[in-house]
């Protein structure tokens, strides 16, 4: 029984003792909360000798490398590199429509390229880099104990097998007793901002599993444009915190419509957003349709290439809150 105050000293002083004076630690953040509340605790404890490497991976939300670099870096002092390996990703993706393989390739690129900025970080250093920085929480520890599914946590704890072993790191995980709610009291507790601290979950492999098709740079851009006038907009209606995930998919079909005296034949954006406790279940939000109205009228008329907007009203089970 502690209080979050006594929770961050004393984690403060393990982490300090653990990573000793000298050592260096390295950790991937996402922009999300976990990696965000441990990379300012690691802050805390080591200051510039923790290193924080975000991996633009070219399918992120609209502008949100840069609000990370501005909030991590100028807002938290902490010290982060961003990595533009979106050519990367792109070239790898080029050609894929199937979900698990677009997953894949995400994952295995990313180990790939955090495992190069890493070394190049220690080759710079002349220093040892010893440690990994994880943000993961009880549920995740308890998950990969308990369940051997397909999970993004255990595909996470997978994945950084190969960076223990390949670069010899050992794991640092200062969130493994917490709960996402204590998380983000946690968050605010550190002075980050409400906007990271509050922010939906957003998947790994990102947009590359809202678009229903291929993924390339025009259909990144449309599906990313399309989903930042959504959250914006429920943002501005003050219901973000009412609902616990939304976002735009792009389909990857055509339809007809008409803007002035054009006619087009242009793709399809289907919205998605529901309320969940625990993202096992979960029911579509009940949306006023003058919000509906505002939404799908500024899509068609901002986002080149979309001339129809749906609203996904199934429930998880049997819909994923996911297309893909
Ligand atoms: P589904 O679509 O299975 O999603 O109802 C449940 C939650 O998991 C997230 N999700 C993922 N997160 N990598 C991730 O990091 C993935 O491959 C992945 N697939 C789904 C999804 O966004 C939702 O919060």
Request: glycine share 8%; aromatic share 8%; charged share 25%.
């Amino acid at each position: 029984n502690w209080t979050m105050e006594e929770f961050i000293s004393k984690e403060i002083k393990r982490i300090q003792t653990i990573v000793g004076p000298d050592s260096h630690v390295i950790g991937a953040v996402s922009g999300g909360v976990d990696s965000t509340v441990a990379a300012k605790l690691m802050h805390e404890a080591i200051g510039s000798r923790f290193h924080a490497i975000l991996v633009d991976n070219g399918v992120m939300r609209l502008n949100e490398c840069e609000q990370v670099l501005e909030t991590l870096n100028k807002h938290l002092g902490i010290n982060l590199t961003v990595v533009d390996a979106s050519d990367e990703f792109l070239e790898k993706l080029a050609g894929v429509e199937d979900p698990e393989k677009k997953r894949k390739i995400i994952g295995n690129t990313f180990i790939h390229v955090f495992q190069r900025e890493a070394e190049k970080l220690t080759a710079g250093h002349g220093k040892d880099i010893d440690y990994l920085l994880q943000g993961t929480l009880y549920p995740d520890v308890i998950e990969s104990i308990s369940f051997k599914g397909p999970s993004q946590t255990i595909k996470t704890h997978h994945n950084v097998g190969g960076l223990l072993d390949n670069m010899k790191l050992k794991l640092i995980e200062p969130l493994r007793e917490l709960f996402k709610d204590e998380v983000r009291k946690l968050g605010t507790i550190m002075g980050i901002p409400d906007d990271l601290v509050w922010r939906h979950p957003f998947p790994g492999p990102g947009i590359a599993i809202r678009i229903l098709g291929e993924v390339t740079r025009e259909q990144v851009d449309i599906a990313r444009r399309a989903d930042h006038i959504f959250i914006e907009e429920i943002k501005k209606a003050g219901i973000y915190r009412e609902i616990s995930q939304a976002f735009a998919a792009l389909l990857p079909i055509r339809a007809v419509g008409v803007m002035g005296d054009q006619r087009k034949y242009d793709q399809i954006i289907a919205l998605r957003a529901v309320t969940t406790t625990d993202f096992m279940t979960a029911d579509w939000y009940d949306f006023d349709s003058k919000f509906l109205k505002h939404v799908s009228n500024r899509i068609v008329n901002e986002v080149d290439g979309v001339c129809r907007v749906l609203y996904d009203v199934s429930q998880k089970p049997p819909g994923t809150i996911e297309f893909l």
